[in-house]
């Protein structure tokens, strides 16, 4: 074999010889290929000009770590268009006045309707969930109740165990806008129609919003039948609420959600059911859009996100409640728990038994609601 395709084969470079031409063009020689050290990829040398990661694959460049953060920075700002707002506002120099709304006049048509019958002005905003609308059974002294299909927007309850109604009212001597049942995203409607509950309880007055929801655990040893008092939630429903919302600016609705289930109410429920011989806890609520229920991998997948209960609605009024200034306090009855089978009908069964025991919190607890909150 010639000397120099041996070399070739060994990974020696073909280069053309400086200053040797033929007829067509440069003649090859080989020659061993010599590593080079490159001027820019020196210890201590400045910005890498093949780029942060290539940087690192190349072992030379001091600070190579900082270098993919900087990148990594500078694309999420573009990625992000370089103007995220920060938590709880508009971007700096942004100014807001007023509340968000989706910009329909719904909640006022629907007042109109109410007011035809009742001028009471509710200071408490109160959902019924899944077989629970016993809960509060002859303790509300009723001024006005009026069926879901008669109030401009909201359609009629298509699940067992919803009512669909709203009455007026007082409980514990608190004037209450209570909905016996929800509308459900998992029915079709878009996000707007649950809306409406905490929106209309808003335009009728309503400072607090009370939501509570059959729901299913997620953490080994709570029984059914435990009240589960909401901390927090996860948002997994796949779109917010708040989409399309805007301040009266034009501003997108950036609201805080640090602490969407007021603290304050939270801790107060904790405490009155422990006094009445209630059995509750503090929980974390999973936003499934549902109808069908978790598979055994989702709820894995649920537990390791921090979840400790699971259900398909709440966020869809607890989050419009916050951006319309709203305290939110979210009461569950866990109806099965951790491994058990489920249905719908041993949900609406199960609730309906501690459906007392919530009353009982509710009529406890209303009284000593504190007021609206700051600004609001």
């Not at 709880?88 to 006022?108: F, H, N, Y």
């Not at 009266?248 to 959600?257: L, V």
């Amino acid at each position: 074999m010639d000397a120099a395709v041996r070399r070739a084969v060994r990974g020696d470079r073909v280069a053309p010889r400086r200053g040797t031409r033929g007829a067509l063009g440069s003649v090859p020689v080989v020659r061993r290929h010599r590593a080079r050290r490159r001027s820019h990829v020196r210890r201590g040398a400045g910005r890498h000009p093949l780029g942060a990661r290539d940087a690192v694959r190349a072992g030379g460049c001091r600070g190579s770590r900082e270098l993919l953060r900087r990148a990594a920075s500078r694309g999420r700002s573009h990625a992000c268009g370089g103007d995220r707002p920060t938590q709880g506002g508009a971007r700096e120099g942004d100014v807001t006045s007023g509340l968000p709304s989706p910009g329909d006049d719904l909640p006022a048509r629907c007042a109109q309707v109410v007011r035809a019958r009742t001028d009471l002005l509710s200071s408490v905003g109160l959902v019924l969930g899944s077989g629970l609308g016993p809960a509060i059974g002859d303790e509300l002294e009723i001024e006005g109740s009026f069926a879901f299909t008669e109030l401009p927007g909201f359609p009629p309850s298509g699940v067992p165990g919803h009512a669909g109604t709203l009455s007026l009212g007082r409980l514990a001597g608190v004037a209450v806008a209570a909905f016996s049942g929800r509308v459900h995203y998992y029915e079709g409607h878009g996000m707007d129609v649950p809306a409406l509950l905490p929106r209309l309880a808003h335009e009728l007055g309503a400072s607090t919003m009370v939501l509570t929801a059959a729901v299913g655990g997620l953490q080994p040893g709570v029984e059914a039948g435990t009240v589960v008092i909401l901390r927090d939630h996860l948002n997994l429903m796949g779109v917010s609420p708040l989409r399309a919302w805007r301040y009266p600016d034009g501003m997108p609705a950036f609201i805080n959600t640090e602490e969407v289930y007021d603290r304050e109410i939270g801790d107060l429920a904790v405490e009155r059911a422990d006094a009445l011989g209630i059995h509750a806890v503090h929980g974390v609520y999973a936003a499934m859009s549902g109808p069908a229920y978790e598979t055994p991998i989702e709820v894995g997948m649920l537990q390791r996100l921090g979840a400790t209960v699971v259900g398909m609605s709440m966020v869809p009024e607890a989050l419009p409640a916050l951006a319309l200034g709203m305290r939110v306090l979210g009461i569950c009855s866990l109806t099965n728990a951790f491994g058990e089978h489920v249905t719908h009908e041993e949900v609406v069964r199960v609730s309906n038994e501690t459906a007392l025991a919530v009353g009982r919190l509710l009529v406890d607890l209303l009284p000593r609601l504190p007021g609206p909150k700051a600004g609001t």
